[in-house]
């Protein structure tokens, strides 16, 4: 999985606080159709910071947006932007713009009215709406389209008319609203890099909605992982597959072998606690390691650049990616786990790298407990 | 004048159907009953729909023309000058294209509203609403119009033009309110809030977006409002009569005093306004720019 490997990208955001810039949500509810969709919600967004809601459908990110947009009141709560409380405001109001989804272009009008829509009503003067319009559709590359409709144009073009459409406006705060998921997928990965280029080369306050853990993870300063209506996790990409607060967070992010029982020394005995140990985590040889413990390759699935083991031991069946020299099936070896997280009520306790080569295998290890793997991005509803 | 547009569809049905029985027959001499069939078809289709039309406007020319002759007796333009020279008649075009656009912006003013607010917002009792509109076209118009002549009596609004338009709304509000509401709520959403999110109060938005992307659709609306405005005559005559007289009013008139042949003349004259408007609505809704306001992606 790319989500591993950092993109090597240097983050630019300061730690430190600014009051006056950024997005400042606090004690935020709603409740929609009788259900409670966002639960006491507070977020910060440093000034030129961008920030990832991600979470599964119907977690609520697209709401909160919706909230920070003016589109959707919330029962209670704030909403500030840049040092402005923006609560009571409508859409037309707040100096935030939005992408949106669907890229919601007026059709009648062309990608140059469309982009200058949002200067006409607030009366610049002509020369001036012309030249930020041009600006901006040189920006994303689009000048040549200047005269073409919406209808006439790829999605992927649509997608940059929208955002020239949100940027032209200066806004204090940018929101898009699933970006991506429109376009196809060498697409996405292209659109994605220039929205962060622009975002980083414009320094604009950003907030991201996505469901895509693998987008998130490359753009974001920080991502605010969502869940039920609530923030499980805020914090860097890096810090979210490092140290996953709860198991939720660690089967979203990135992939982890799930298993049902408690880590102790290298093995998984029977017990109450979640183990989790990412597939990198987990080492293979052919020949016998300190702390391996045989292990049978049930299933070898190509990924590319590396290959996707099922290891079969006795305490659990592992994933585990390997590269170079790929087993067989069948083939024995011997696995070891090198780092594993202990989830108690789905809340992290340690991470705890024993069992790595300083530490002997238990001599005794448990009975087979039952193992379950989770890919990335699986339902929410057993991931809790 | 539907009589242009329903001559299209069965044809390219015809077409449909004939290639299909090309393809099932697997010789040559299917291929050609398939195509003399879909020539007998064509024919009588036309002879259908424009034969009545074709006896209408050859009647307009003729001295006279009965049954067991096959041709008719003589050519004439004389009703044509019987109709033009009756002064009565100038007044009943001039009260039709005044009374008729009347109507179509006077219901487009109660209507439209109404239709973006079906589109838009779930108030109490939507549906009923809604589906009660058509109680103006469930019941038999007569029995309507001689209670609402009461009322208009009372109101003196017998023998008014506010009268005459008040009746013939009554028939054009399904149209108004229906075909605009169902082009609101295929306007997406998101399109009037991106202009919300631009800056844009909600007035605005309505008549930037909202309005100029159900435009195709309030067209039609507008274009068979006026054509149920323009072709109303049981009403018009009720309220109207004799103060004044519509077209379709003084077709009445005109069909009791005169030889058929002045009948003739005159309905092909009120079909102008129809085929003028059904051209112009055919040019600019199916091609063209406002056609494209429904491609979203």
């Known amino acids: 999985m790319s989500t591993s490997h950092d993109t090597g990208r240097t983050r630019t955001h300061t730690t430190s606080a600014q009051t006056t810039g950024g997005l400042t949500i606090s004690g935020l509810n709603k409740v929609l159709g009788g259900r409670s969709i966002i639960d006491d919600l507070n977020l910060t967004v440093h000034e030129g910071e961008l920030v990832s809601l991600l979470g599964p459908s119907g977690c609520g990110k697209t709401t909160t947006l919706r909230m920070i947009a003016g589109f959707l009141a919330p029962d209670s709560g704030t909403i500030t932007v840049a040092g402005r409380d923006v609560t009571h405001l409508g859409a037309e109001r707040r100096p935030s713009a939005m992408v949106f989804q669907n890229y919601a272009l007026w059709p009648h009008m062309t990608v140059f009215k469309n982009v200058a829509f949002p200067l006409k009503l607030r009366k610049l003067p002509k020369a001036e709406i012309v030249q930020r319009v041009e600006n901006v559709l040189g920006l994303v590359n689009l000048l040549h389209h200047r005269d073409s409709r919406p209808g006439q144009i790829s999605g992927g073009e649509q997608q940059r008319v929208a955002l020239a459409r949100a940027l032209v406006q200066e806004p204090d705060l940018l929101l898009l609203d699933e970006p991506l998921s429109n376009l196809d997928a060498k697409l996405r990965v292209k659109v994605r890099e220039d929205i962060r280029e622009i975002q980083q080369r414009l320094g604009i306050t950003t907030v991201?909605?996505?469901?895509?853990?693998?987008?998130?993870?490359?753009?974001?300063?920080?991502?605010?992982?969502?869940?039920?209506?609530k923030i499980e996790q805020y914090s860097t990409p890096e810090d979210l597959y490092e140290h996953p607060k709860t198991t939720f967070v660690a089967t979203f992010i990135g992939t982890m072998n799930r298993?049902?029982?408690?880590?102790?020394?290298?093995?998984?005995?029977?017990?109450?606690?979640?183990?989790?140990v990412r597939p990198e985590d987990v080492h293979f040889s052919m020949e016998q390691v300190a702390g391996g413990l045989p292990a049978t390759v049930e299933r070898v699935i190509p990924r590319g650049h590396f290959h996707e083991l099922y290891l079969k031991r006795q305490d659990a069946t592992l994933r585990a990616y390997v590269s170079g020299q790929v087993p067989a099936i069948g083939a024995e070896g011997y696995a070891r786990i090198d780092r594993?997280?202990?989830?108690?009520?789905?809340?992290?306790?340690?991470?705890?790298?024993?069992?790595?080569a300083s530490t002997p295998?238990?001599?005794?290890?448990?009975d087979s407990a039952p193992a379950e793997a989770e890919p990335a991005g699986s339902a929410p509803a057993d991931a809790r | 004048m539907a009589a242009t547009t329903e001559q299209i569809a069965p044809e390219t049905a015809a077409v449909r159907l004939?290639?299909?029985s090309i393809r099932r027959s697997d010789g040559r001499a299917g291929a050609v009953l398939g195509k003399v069939l879909i020539a007998i078809f064509v024919v009588f289709m036309v002879l259908f729909i424009l034969g009545p039309l074709l006896w209408l406007a050859i009647h307009a020319f003729v001295t006279n023309w009965t049954f067991p002759n096959l041709w008719p007796d003589g050519w004439t333009m004389r009703w044509w000058t019987t109709v033009f020279s009756d002064p009565a008649l100038g007044a009943a075009v001039q009260n039709s294209l005044v009374i008729?656009?009347?109507?179509?912006?006077?219901?487009?003013?109660?209507?439209?509203?109404?239709?973006?607010?079906?589109?838009?917002?779930?108030?109490?009792?939507?549906?009923?609403?809604?589906?009660?509109l058509f109680a103006t076209n469930a019941f038999p118009k007569m029995g309507l119009f001689a209670t609402l002549a009461s009322l208009f009596y009372a109101l003196n609004l017998m023998n008014t033009v506010v009268g005459i338009v008040i009746v013939q709304i009554i028939g054009t509000v399904v149209f108004m309110t229906w075909i605009p509401a169902a082009a609101f709520a295929g306007v997406p959403r998101s399109l009037e809030e991106a202009a919300r999110d631009a800056g844009a109060s909600k007035i605005r938005v309505f008549f930037t977006i909202s309005l100029r992307m159900a435009l195709p659709g309030i067209l039609v609306a507008a274009v068979m409002s006026f054509l149920a405005s323009f072709d109303e005559a049981q009403g018009t005559y009720l309220v109207g009569a004799p103060q004044y007289f519509t077209m379709p009013t003084e077709m009445y008139t005109l069909v009791l005093n005169y030889p058929k042949q002045v009948a003739a003349v005159f309905s092909i004259l009120l079909s102008i306004p129809s085929v003028v408007l059904m051209l112009a609505a055919r040019k600019h809704i199916m091609?063209?720019?406002?056609?494209?306001?429904?491609?979203?992606?």
């Open chain 1, 259 to 276: 298993i049902e029982g408690n880590y102790r020394d290298g093995v998984i005995e029977r017990g109450d606690e979640v183990t989790g």
């Open chain 2, 18 to 20: 004939g290639s299909e």
């Open chain 2, 100 to 132: 008729s656009p009347i109507v179509v912006l006077c219901s487009a003013l109660i209507c439209l509203p109404a239709a973006y607010a079906f589109a838009r917002y779930d108030f109490f009792a939507r549906r009923t609403f809604l589906v009660g």
């Open chain 2, 287 to 297: 091609g063209g720019q406002l056609a494209e306001g429904f491609q979203i992606r």
């Open chain 1, 340 to 356: 594993a997280m202990t989830f108690i009520d789905g809340v992290l306790q340690t991470s705890d790298a024993g069992g790595s």
């Open chain 1, 208 to 229: 991201i909605v996505t469901h895509d853990q693998d987008e998130a993870m490359s753009v974001s300063d920080r991502i605010a992982v969502m869940n039920a209506g």
């Open chain 1, 361 to 366: 295998a238990s001599p005794e290890p448990a």
